[in-house]
């Protein structure tokens, strides 16, 4: 809701390149968390939908990505577990899978060591053996403080309210600098929420 056709345009003009992905946000991402454990606060499954030329588009541009809205962060960083997944499964197996779906515990439950250009090349891959354009797909993705992304370096996103798995995402994504992040906005009258305002984070890589 930031963008309107004139800044797109000069972007574009600029050099910066947009691409669309598609996340149908499920209630879970909106619900208070009210336990102790961020763990156990159930994400429902989320439909993600991403056209090829995204995809490509994204393993060009590693290590410039700009998620704009939490809801594009999760679906971009969704894309890494589950080309994991199809980089570990045979071609001629493509056609068994049902659905490419990542459970919300997914990313904590062990190490992983593809780089993410490799996981977006098997999802290229998977895409063209099996003569598709889109990837649809399913995520119940939670990221919360010890995630380490994969795909993203900078996040644009309004100002979340307490108890949020929002807020958890951006405690993640700025290891843990929320606080001076929020006690900024609160001293200079920022508007929260959907219609609030805006800001630009960076990854916090140390």
Known sequence: MHFTQQVLDDLRQRGIRTTEVTLHVGA???????VEDANLHPMH?????VPRQAIADI?????????VGTTSMRTLESLYFMGVRLHDIRTTDYHDIDTLH???HEPYI???TLTAHDALQAILD???ATGQNTLHAETQI???PGYTFRIVEQLITNFHQPKSTLLLLVSA????DWHTIYDYALSHDFRFLSYGDSSILFRNSK
């Not at 879970?28 to 009210?34: D, E, L, N, W």
């Not at 393993?59 to 998620?67: K, N």
């Open 45 to 49: 499954t989320e439909i993600i939908a």
């Open 110 to 112: 062990q190490q992983y």
């Open 142 to 144: 939670m990221i919360r």
């Open 173 to 176: 994504f700025v290891d843990g």
């Open 59 to 67: 393993q060009s541009g590693l290590g410039h990505i700009v998620a």
């Open 126 to 128: 998977y895409l063209d």
């Open 28 to 34: 879970g991402t909106f619900q208070p968390v009210k």
């Open 102 to 104: 990542i459970d919300q």
